[in-house]
C-alpha cells in the first residue's frame, strides 16, 4: 500500500509540473538622443576709474576691467560693447551726473587704446570660442584728457552683448 500510495504521490506532482519547452526570444532597439544647443551667459565686473582731479585738462586715466563668457564648449561667439546710456556712439561714450555733466571715456580691445570696442561683429567687437568654462576677457577704458569737470559722481552703463 506504500508504494501505491508513493506511486500516485509522484505521479501527482509529476502531473501538476508545467510542460516546459525550448524558449524563444524577440529583439528591438531603443533609439536614445540628445541635441546639445549652443548657450553662453555673460558678467562683468565694475570699470571704476577712481578720482579725477578737478583740472583734468591734461590729466588722462587708464582702468582695465573684464568681460566674464561662458558659452557651450566649441561654441564660436563675439562680445560686443555698446554706446551706453549717455553717449553718441561707441567712439563717443560719456558718463553723466545727476545735473547732466558730461565726462567723456573710450572702451578698448587693447591695452595700447587702438581698437575701439563696439557691437559690430567682425569689426569692432571681440570673438572666442567657448570651452564651457567662464573666459575672462579684459577691457581697457580711458578717460582722456578734456576740459575741467564739476565735482560730482558720473555714470554711465553699457550694455554687452554676446553674439553666438
Not at 20 to 30: F, S
Amino acid at each position: 500500500m506504500r508504494r501505491l500510495l508513493t506511486a500516485l504521490a509522484v505521479a501527482a506532482v509529476v502531473a501538476g509540473a508545467p510542460y516546459v519547452a525550448d524558449a524563444a526570444t524577440a529583439t528591438g532597439t531603443l533609439a536614445v538622443s540628445v541635441t546639445v544647443v549652443n548657450t553662453c551667459s555673460v558678467g562683468a565686473s565694475t570699470m571704476a576709474f577712481g578720482n579725477l582731479p578737478g583740472s583734468a585738462a591734461t590729466t588722462t586715466l587708464n582702468v582695465s576691467g573684464t568681460v566674464a563668457v561662458t558659452c557651450t564648449n566649441l561654441a564660436p561667439y563675439n562680445i560686443g560693447l555698446d554706446k551706453g546710456a549717455n553717449g553718441a556712439s561707441v567712439t563717443t561714450r560719456a558718463m553723466v551726473d545727476a545735473s547732466a555733466h558730461t565726462i567723456t571715456y573710450s572702451l578698448f580691445r587693447d591695452a595700447t587704446h587702438l581698437l575701439n570696442w563696439g557691437q559690430t561683429v567682425g569689426t569692432d567687437t571681440v570673438a572666442g570660442v567657448g570651452t564651457g568654462s567662464a573666459q575672462s576677457v579684459t577691457v581697457y577704458g580711458q578717460i582722456p584728457s578734456q576740459n575741467a569737470a564739476f565735482v560730482n559722481t558720473y555714470n554711465d552703463t553699457v550694455n554687452i552683448t554676446v553674439t553666438y
